[in-house]
């Protein structure tokens, strides 16, 4: 911000955590929505429910924290944690009843009407009750550990998130109701195909316990059951000055994550006062924290049904990216990026060129060195394999291995330890900064001197997340650029931070301040009366300073149009505020990720991608990158045929209104009656059918001055600045 501002008023903000939910409201909006096939829109429902469990363990964690300490500090929106917490309370109250709504009112019903039966109904225990009966008693009371509470059985320590069943039980001989505890281990899988069945049939498995529960608990009465589960703070706590081992205190700390505070408590919407009762207390959680559910605890289960029954026809149609030929060519694999960059475009682009960058250097005998960033990289991934086998045949590998990246810590740990057993070198980036930078990094001897080639992306190096994430790949050798690369390189792996740097953004040393600069030339051209746009793709958007640079924007003029898929903190359309701004957020079958910032810059334009979005933890937090798209002809792809796209009038778009309502654009302003993510589809199709088509021929040579390029520098940005 600048020092001469009067910062802008509460009123200019909206709260970071009610930004989420209403983010996770509109996955909802896609579960409701009946133009997606039946079983695609329960996992958006299952996606809503693993959401909000990320939102409790974190979010809603950092403010019960917050208010446990007395803290009043206030946030930009003016609301202190203890009354965000409380209007989060709410908010969530509604959102979950929606949630619930949905499954019970539609899709219980739908999936009924199509053969599929969810649920442990009384119908179904009639029947079938003895086999599953059976099932429990053969092979889960085996597993299991009953306890009954009293002074010498205290209430066991609750892991996160782990399914338990409680009952409220009485002796033969004793008048006092007493409180059962059975939890469930997560070995045992959570949903049941139900044998025997006329059609697909499946329940779930605390609906089964909780039937059985006088089976476990012999002897005595059993007066009332409820599922429950706790939510606990997740956040992890390392003091990664005083660790003397990083990769053994996160382990230490991952161990003891599972039994952080209570945050969250749901329970069975049929349970017995007494019995939720005795839970609170047990768990010292406060009533507000408590939600009674009207189905299943746990919705994120309903994936397991959502895979299970082989209906191809109530899912989306099976969809295979573009492979480009390219990737098949070997050594010439490199002799192409020597002559030309080349973009993918996640994941209508096959992930396979990525994965086979690495696959290839570790392959080629004339590369000599790897060094790739690794920050959700999954439990299966080719290009770990890669450097495995890269560090096995001799070469010099190095691999920045984040441990603290959220909710893969324990995946992240495994690779890191089996990658040093390979001889790779492991390094773990900067203390009290995240490596967040997606980048690769090959250095290849090719006789007459060594050149370095490069993938900087905004995506993980990880193929399962590459087919349901929209991100961007650039693949280059270009000198200024992988020269940066390997400067990034040097400052995680020797703390010594780099001199300035040619073509990269990196923070938190320079990303903050060269975003407010490219606004603050935006500002200028349009007190000068030139044209000043700004177009921005990200995920979330929440830093102060460039809030309220964008509305400083806005007041001189400026145009701007901003795609944020998540949580945005700024309001736009407000008069005399943000008049210029126009916010939209994009949620369909894919899960947006990437991030791209495009500036007019007095007609000269900058296309910057990369790994960040505009949150304080990005900008100032992490290790993170920036890469400009310098091609001309790959630019003009960002311009006109990704982010063009994402601009138009289609389904799936949900415009940010003033009030701070996101709604859907009316069919009657639809361009066409197909959304973004179907447009790329159908264009990658065609591109396949293409490749079909084309005889082999010995292929020209494309330099970078070729004919295309030399036109697209010419013309400019066109008319996507024109708007």
């Not at 910032?597 to 979005?613: I, M, N, Q, T, W």
């Amino acid at each position: 911000m600048s020092p001469s501002r009067t910062p802008y008023p509460p009123e200019a903000f909206t709260n970071r955590e009610l930004s989420w939910l209403d983010f996770d409201a509109r996955v909802l909006e896609e579960a409701r929505d009946s133009r997606n096939p039946l079983l695609e829109r329960l996992r958006f429902l299952a996606i809503s429910a693993n959401n909000l469990d990320e939102f409790f363990e974190v979010r809603v964690a950092g403010l019960c924290q917050a208010v446990a300490s007395g803290i009043e500090s206030r946030g930009p929106d003016g609301l202190a944690p203890g009354e965000a917490l409380e209007k989060v309370v709410e908010r969530t109250r509604t959102f979950v009843a929606d949630q619930y709504s949905l499954w019970n009112g539609e899709h219980c019903p739908a999936l009924a009407a199509e053969g599929i039966r969810v649920g442990l109904d009384d119908a179904i225990w009639e029947r079938h009750g003895a086999d599953l009966t059976a099932y429990l008693m053969e092979r889960l009371h085996p597993v299991l550990t009953p306890l009954t509470i009293d002074p010498a059985h205290p209430f066991p320590r609750v892991e996160n998130k782990l399914l338990c069943v409680a009952g409220l039980i009485r002796g033969p001989e004793s008048k006092l109701n007493r409180l059962a505890v059975v939890a469930i281990p997560r070995v045992m899988p959570r949903v049941l195909p139900v044998r025997g069945a006329e059609t697909p049939t499946y329940v779930f498995l605390g609906e089964l316990v909780r039937r059985c529960f006088g089976r476990i608990f012999s002897g005595y009465e059993v007066l009332g059951t409820t599922e429950f589960r706790v939510t606990r703070n997740s956040d992890l706590y390392v003091n990664e000055e005083d660790a003397k081992n990083l990769l053994d205190a996160i382990s230490e700390e991952l161990r003891d994550r599972r039994k952080g505070d209570a945050v969250r408590l749901e329970l069975a919407a049929d349970s017995p006062k007494e019995l939720e009762t005795m839970l609170v207390a047990a768990l010292g959680l406060s009533d507000d924290l408590v939600f009674r559910v009207p189905g299943p605890i746990n919705l994120n289960r309903l994936m397991n049904v959502y895979s299970a029954p082989a209906r191809p026809d109530l899912k989306f149609p099976q969809f295979l990216p573009v492979e480009p030929a390219w990737v098949s060519e070997g050594a010439n694999f490199f002799d192409r990026l020597k002559e030309q960059d080349l973009l993918l475009h996640h994941p209508f682009d096959s992930f396979n060129p990525v994965a086979g960058f690495v696959q290839a250097a570790a392959s080629d005998p004339k590369v000599l060195a790897i060094k790739l960033t690794l920050y959700r990289t999954g439990h299966e991934s080719p290009v770990v394999s890669a450097l495995l086998a890269a560090a096995r045949e001799g070469k010099q590998v190095t691999a920045v291995v984040e441990l603290k990246a959220r909710f893969e810590e324990a995946t992240n740990i495994q690779w890191a330890r089996e990658m040093e057993d390979a001889g790779v070198q492991v390094v773990f980036g900067l203390v009290g900064l995240k490596t967040h930078c997606k980048l690769a990094l090959l250095v290849r001897d090719e006789g007459d001197r060594l050149r370095r080639y490069a993938h900087l992306g905004t995506g993980n190096y990880n193929p399962t997340t590459a087919k349901i994430y929209t991100d961007l790949s650039l693949l280059t050798a270009r000198e200024d650029v992988t020269n940066d690369v390997a400067e990034v390189f040097n400052l995680l792996t020797t703390h010594i931070r780099p001199l300035k740097m040619k073509r990269l953004v990196v923070a938190p040393h320079e990303m903050l301040e060269t975003i407010l600069s490219l606004i603050e030339g935006e500002i200028q051209e349009a007190k000068a009366g030139k044209p000043a746009r700004i177009v921005a793709k990200m995920n979330a958007l929440v830093d102060r300073d460039v809030i309220e640079t964008l509305y400083d924007a806005s007041r001189s003029g400026v145009e701007i149009d901003l795609i944020v898929r998540g949580i945005c903190c700024l309001k736009p359309g407000v008069p005399g505020l943000s008049e210029r701004i126009r916010v939209r957020s994009v949620v369909g079958r894919y899960l947006e990720h990437s991030r791209i910032y495009v500036f007019h810059a007095g007609g000269a334009e900058k296309v910057l991608v990369g790994s960040a979005d505009l949150m304080p933890r990005n900008l100032r937090g992490r290790v993170e990158v920036l890469f400009p798209i310098d091609d001309p002809v790959i630019a003009a792809q960002v311009r006109n045929e990704i982010l063009s796209v994402y601009l138009e009038p289609r389904p799936k778009v949900r415009i940010l209104h003033p009030d701070g309502v996101y709604r859907p654009i009316s069919k009657e302003e639809w361009v066409e009656e197909i959304d973004a993510h179907t447009v790329f589809m159908i264009r990658a199709q065609k591109q396949i059918e293409k490749l079909q088509r084309v005889v082999e021929r010995p292929r020209k040579p494309r330099g970078r001055g070729d004919r295309a390029r030399r036109q697209a520098q010419k013309k400019g940005p066109g008319p996507f600045f024109a708007r």
